[in-house]
């Protein structure tokens, strides 16, 4: 199975200052179809997870654009340009580039 | 605008079978998608479970794949999960999402199923 390791796992943020999360993955999440499927998911207190960016670093349909994801190959970076209060919660890294799909451990997003 | 609703008993007993339907309103289940299921135990992490596309076609996580099965239901525009020899490690929301080739999109608002006598 493909490894996501995110980091940091904790991340406190002073509002309107920017984040980033890493997520490295164990192999290469390039598909031989030229694509690689690599999302990112926030998932806020009580909520199911919600879909932010796929394919590295397309943002999906609503999703603001102080959102961008960057990366490839093994490593993967979602930022937040400036952090507002409703972005408190988890991030999760997704892989479907290879079954079984595989999700990081989470990253979680707090307001100092 | 697609929506997905889970839906099945809360409780389910040690060594017992888990069952969870899926509703999908908005979409056909027909369409060229794949619909998935995945749980997060309390305060824990994601888990992929498996997928199911409308021919019948499956994927499952082979930490699981002994365990799992799925079907869909097309005259209901649902699909179902079942996970036999259930255990207290089972205890989880179970959501269900659909796939499309480059997302997962929409997820259910999820389900929590107990494990215990």
């Known amino acids: 199975d493909i490894v996501l390791t995110q980091t940091p796992l904790s991340s406190p943020v002073t509002l309107g200052q920017p984040a980033s999360i890493s997520c490295r993955s164990s192999q290469s999440l390039a598909h031989n179809n030229g694509n690689t499927y690599l999302s990112w998911l926030q998932q806020r207190p009580g909520q199911p997870p919600r879909l932010l960016i796929y394919n590295i670093y397309k943002r999906f349909s609503g999703v603001p654009d102080r959102f961008s994801g960057s990366g490839a190959g093994t490593d993967f970076t979602l930022k937040i340009s400036r952090v507002e209060p409703e972005d408190v919660g988890v991030y999760y890294c997704m892989q479907t580039t290879q079954l079984p799909y595989t999700f990081g451990q989470g990253t979680k997003l707090e307001i100092k | 605008q697609v929506q997905l609703q889970e839906s099945g008993p809360g409780l389910v007993k040690p060594s017992g079978t888990l069952s969870l339907t899926c509703a999908v309103s908005?979409?056909?289940?027909?369409?060229?998608?794949?619909w998935n299921w995945v749980r997060q135990p309390p305060g824990e992490g994601l888990e992929w479970i498996g997928e199911i596309y409308i021919d019948g076609s499956t994927n499952y996580n082979p930490s699981l794949k002994s365990r799992v099965t799925m079907s869909v239901d097309k005259s209901k525009n649902q699909f179902s999960l079942k996970m036999t020899s259930v255990t207290a490690a089972d205890t989880a929301f179970y959501y269900c999402?659909?796939?499309?080739?480059?997302?997962?999109?929409?997820w259910g608002q999820g389900t929590l199923v107990t494990v215990s006598s």
């Open positions: 999402a659909r796939a499309t080739s480059d997302w997962f999109d929409p």
């Open positions: 908005g979409a056909s289940i027909s369409s060229s998608n794949w």
